[in-house]
């Protein structure tokens, strides 16, 4: 079963623009990561945020953590084709091992 | 730089065939996982490792099994193949508990079961 849910599920958008990426969950969490998945490919890690932070920058990546509203964002600025991917927060859930478990991901089409 | 690499990539099997997928890892992580992953439904953890020699359950174990007897090997076998087991598999690994450590995926391995 998922532990939460990305929104949307499909994004597309033209080069240049944002692309924001939520997601939710339901029970606490240690911490919350995204994962990037390009077509027919493994899953690569782009940032871990930790349940006592509330942003983090890599690059273009910004992601935000609001703990009091179980939600995380994901906004990838200045998009580029190459972005095109589905993208998946996961988290570590304190009752299942505290192994990571995924969200079905948000597929984003970044057109030329 | 091989990372986590995953052997067969692509494998058809019929209804109550066996196979085991092999997963190896080269940058001497404690933890290892086996994921699936089917349209839709993002990645649901079958089983992971938190050692060599350690096994356990995730969240879909029914129909598969595990063994880590070397740190760098996680083997993911299926004992006889049913459709409902055609899937996408990935293999992944973590130094640590991933409450403070990003996991490294394999390339997954297409599995078709007819």
């Known amino acids: 079963s998922q532990q939460g849910e990305e929104d949307p599920q499909a994004l597309s958008i033209q080069e240049g623009e944002n692309a924001t990426m939520n997601c939710s969950y339901k029970?606490?969490?240690?911490?919350l990561q995204w994962y990037r998945q390009n077509s027919g490919r493994g899953l690569v890690h782009l940032i871990l945020?930790?349940?006592?932070?509330r942003e983090k920058h890599s690059g273009r990546l910004r992601v935000t953590l609001d703990t009091s509203k179980k939600s995380s964002s994901l906004l990838i600025t200045a998009s580029r084709a190459a972005d095109t991917a589905s993208y998946f927060c996961a988290r570590t859930k304190f009752n299942a091992g505290n192994m990571l478990t995924f969200g079905g991901g948000t597929r984003l089409m970044v057109k030329p | 730089n091989a990372g986590v690499t995953q052997t067969p990539k692509f494998r058809v099997l019929k209804t109550g065939q066996s196979m085991t997928l092999l997963c190896a890892q080269d940058m001497n992580h404690e933890y290892m996982y086996w994921y699936r992953q089917d349209p839709g439904m993002g990645l649901r953890l079958i089983h992971y490792s938190v050692g060599e020699g350690t096994t356990a359950k995730g969240e879909v174990p029914d129909g598969y099994n595990v063994s880590r007897l070397k740190k760098q090997n996680f083997l993911l076998g299926l004992e006889s193949a049913a459709p409902s087991q055609t899937s996408v598999y990935f293999c992944?690994?973590?130094?640590?508990?991933?409450?403070?450590?990003?996991?490294?995926f394999g390339q997954g391995t297409r599995l078709t079961v007819v």
């Open positions: 945020i930790r349940s006592n932070e």
């Open positions: 992944a690994s973590s130094y640590s508990t991933p409450r403070d450590t990003e996991a490294f």
């Open positions: 029970t606490s969490i240690n911490n």
